[in-house]
């Protein structure tokens, strides 16, 4: 099975995403192919090298341009019958297939409450991580 990644090398988040899904593939035996997704030109020559050589499946980026063009990447994946994956939920709402995200609305009101033991004179680095439960 091959997996295209959309992905932004200038966000974090999207670096620990690739590799997550490289070492993931790896274990079971998929290819990665990664590419390279931060501006409206770099989506558009992505689109039509995915149209060449459809994937099995497409990882989308949950940031601009990929957002905000959700309705395009849904309609352009359901023609070539690909399965999308996202950690946008709202780009799931345009038409991708799966998204797996942390639920914002726990995420506010955890970071709510870590804000007010801070407020309350606990130091910063006396707060633990705390890691999402619900998604």
Do not use: C, H
């Amino acid at each position: 099975m091959r997996i295209a990644i959309f992905w932004r090398p200038d966000n974090p988040g999207s670096q620990l995403g690739k590799q997550g899904l490289e070492a993931a593939a790896r274990g079971l035996g998929f290819a990665v192919e990664p590419k390279i997704v931060t501006t409206e030109e770099e989506l558009d020559t992505a689109l039509s090298g995915t149209a060449s050589n459809p994937p099995d499946a497409w990882t989308v980026n949950p940031g601009p341009p990929d957002v905000l063009r959700s309705q395009e990447i849904a309609a352009f994946a359901i023609e070539y019958r690909l399965l999308t994956f996202t950690v946008n939920p709202v780009m799931v709402r345009a038409g991708l297939s799966i998204a797996l995200a942390p639920r914002n609305g726990d995420m506010v009101r955890r970071a709510a409450a870590i804000v007010a033991k801070i407020l309350g004179g606990e130091k910063p680095a006396d707060i633990p991580v705390e890691q999402p439960t619900t998604f």
